[in-house]
């Protein structure tokens, strides 16, 4: 993306709360202090941030199915521009009950986080035994949702091994899956020793996987084998970065608006739409033209000031 250009996808963290507690996002022990964006202010900055040029957005949590006008907030999209791919990211325990009423707003599609299919492992991952809820979520979720995909993290020692059981999982519902490299965080270090790339995955697969064209500002690279019906994607931001394609800005519960998980620099969009336009306009642009093209690479802090994905979104 050209810096001087206005993104075109934004990422919308509504709230800090969620009903798993992921190790890699929020480990034991560890809590995040309570925050939800009010339904006006998302409202508002939508509103804005459309007539900027966004063009898709995705709700993030958190987990964001916790959150009550997350129907509202889809068919408010809608009402200003159908064409405005609307999306979720949510880790499907809810999914089940809900997947219906947010087909009905007009929601586009819903990524779904599941990271093993073992019972214990998933409860020794998330601390919650709702593997079967998670699973149920999908299943609603296709049945209502025009698009859905699967995503994974990837962690070594604990799911590095089964990651063909979790892709013969997507393969058997027709659903494409991504595996997300360990990213350093707030509770993690640069060089925590959970990390494995996407390459050394591909690598152990027993399947022939043939690369799909790059889409430029795609952050998955996609894989297809004559032996699958899906596509494989590898999310890989610490051995292959993607930023140089990047179209992407974050607004957290909070109204921070910011260009990248690993730029600590920011407008707080909330407050500055009270203010004049003129101000709000020059603030944007100066916070665009600010972004940087490197990831987590671009920053030499210790993990104490890493961003903490339960709070922006991951």
């Not at 609307?86 to 599609?109: P, Q, Y």
């Not at 003129?278 to 920053?299: C, D, H, M, P, V």
Request: with cysteine; charged share 20%.
């Amino acid at each position: 993306m050209n810096i001087r250009q206005s993104p075109r996808y934004l990422r919308v963290s509504l709230l800090s709360a969620c009903n798993l507690q992921c190790s890699y996002c929020l480990p034991p022990g560890k809590h995040q202090r309570s925050i939800s964006a009010p339904y006006d202010k998302v409202c508002q900055a939508i509103r804005f941030l459309h007539s900027c040029g966004i063009k898709k957005i995705r709700f993030t949590g958190g987990e964001p199915t916790l959150y009550k006008d997350l129907c509202r907030l889809v068919a408010f999209i809608k009402a200003i521009d159908r064409d405005v791919h609307t999306a979720v990211t949510s880790n499907g325990v809810l999914l089940e009950a809900k997947a219906r009423a947010l087909s009905e707003a007009g929601l586009d599609s819903v990524n779904i986080s599941i990271d093993t299919l073992n019972p214990t492992k998933f409860h020794d991952l998330t601390g919650r035994a709702h593997l079967n809820q998670v699973i149920a979520g999908i299943d609603a979720a296709m049945s209502y949702i025009g698009k859905v995909k699967l995503n994974c993290v990837l962690i070594r020692g604990i799911n590095d091994y089964t990651v063909d059981k979790l892709i013969l999982f997507a393969h058997k519902r027709g659903l494409d899956i991504r595996f997300i490299e360990f990213m350093p965080n707030h509770y993690s270090i640069p060089d925590d020793p959970r990390y494995i790339s996407g390459k050394e995955i591909r690598n152990r697969l027993p399947w022939d996987l043939q690369p799909l064209p790059d889409r430029s500002n795609s952050a998955a690279r996609y894989y297809v084998s004559p032996s699958l019906r899906i596509k494989v994607g590898f999310i890989s931001p610490v051995s292959q970065p993607f930023c140089s394609g990047c179209d992407r800005i974050r607004l957290n519960a909070e109204g921070l608006l910011y260009t990248c998980l690993y730029d600590c620099c920011n407008i707080n969009l909330f407050d500055l739409l009270g203010t004049d336009s003129n101000r709000i306009l020059a603030e944007f642009k100066n916070l665009k033209e600010s972004k940087r093209f490197g990831g987590y690479q671009t920053r030499t802090d210790s993990a104490s000031i890493l961003p903490s994905f339960s709070a922006i979104g991951g």
